[in-house]
C-alpha cells in the first residue's frame, strides 16, 4: 500500500455536472438552458404530443365511426360444443358453472348460444341468450331453454 494506489471511496465523488453555480463554474449564467424562450423558464414543460406549433398528428388525422356505450357483449358458444360437454362429462344439464369448468367462458361473460353444429343429446341450456336456430335445435332434440 502506497500513495499511487490510494482512490476515494465509491459513492464519494459526485459525477454529476452543478448547474446554476456562479460564473468560475463554467455552468452559471443561463445555466445550459439558453436565450430566453418557453424552455428557459422554470415549470416548463411539453405538452405529450407537442410538435412545435404543427398541427399535431391527433388532430391531422380524421375520425370516425361510433362506440355504443350501452353495447352489451356476448361470449358466443355454438350447440356443438354443447354436444362435446355433454358427451364428455356425461350431463343432462350446462349451465354457466359447466362452461366455465370447460375453459370456454369465465365466471364474468354474458353467454350467447348459437346455432353452429348438431345436437343429439337432451340437454337443459341456461344461458343468457340464445339464437333463434340454436333455441329450435335444443328444443327438437328434447332438450329445454333457460333464459337467465
Known amino acids: ?3 499511487s494506489n490510494l482512490k476515494p471511496a465509491a459513492g ?3 459525477t454529476g455536472r452543478r448547474i446554476g453555480r456562479g460564473p468560475g463554474s463554467g455552468l452559471g449564467g443561463t445555466s445550459t438552458r439558453g436565450h430566453k424562450g ?3 423558464r422554470s415549470g416548463y ?6 410538435e412545435g406549433g404543427q398541427m399535431p398528428l ?4 380524421p375520425k370516425f365511426g361510433f362506440k355504443n356505450v350501452n353495447r352489451v357483449e356476448y361470449k358466443a358458444v355454438n350447440i ?5 360437454i355433454a358427451e364428455s362429462k356425461n350431463v343432462d344439464s350446462i349451465d354457466l358453472n359447466i362452461l366455465c369448468d370447460a ?6 361473460d354474458l353467454v350467447k348460444v348459437l346455432g353452429n353444429g348438431s345436437l343429439t343429446a337432451k340437454l337443459s341450456v341456461s344461458a343468457h ?3 333463434k336456430s340454436a333455441k329450435s335445435a335444443i328444443e327438437a332434440a328434447g332438450g329445454n331453454v333457460v333464459i337467465l
Open 45 to 50: 414543460s411539453k405538452k405529450i404530443g407537442f
Open 58 to 61: 391527433q388532430r391531422r388525422l
Open 38 to 40: 418557453a424552455k428557459a
Open 1 to 3: 500500500m502506497d500513495l
Open 129 to 131: 341468450a340464445f339464437s
Open 80 to 84: 356443438e360444443m354443447l354436444q362435446k
Open 103 to 108: 375453459g370456454f367462458i369465465s365466471n364474468k
Open 12 to 14: 464519494s465523488n459526485k
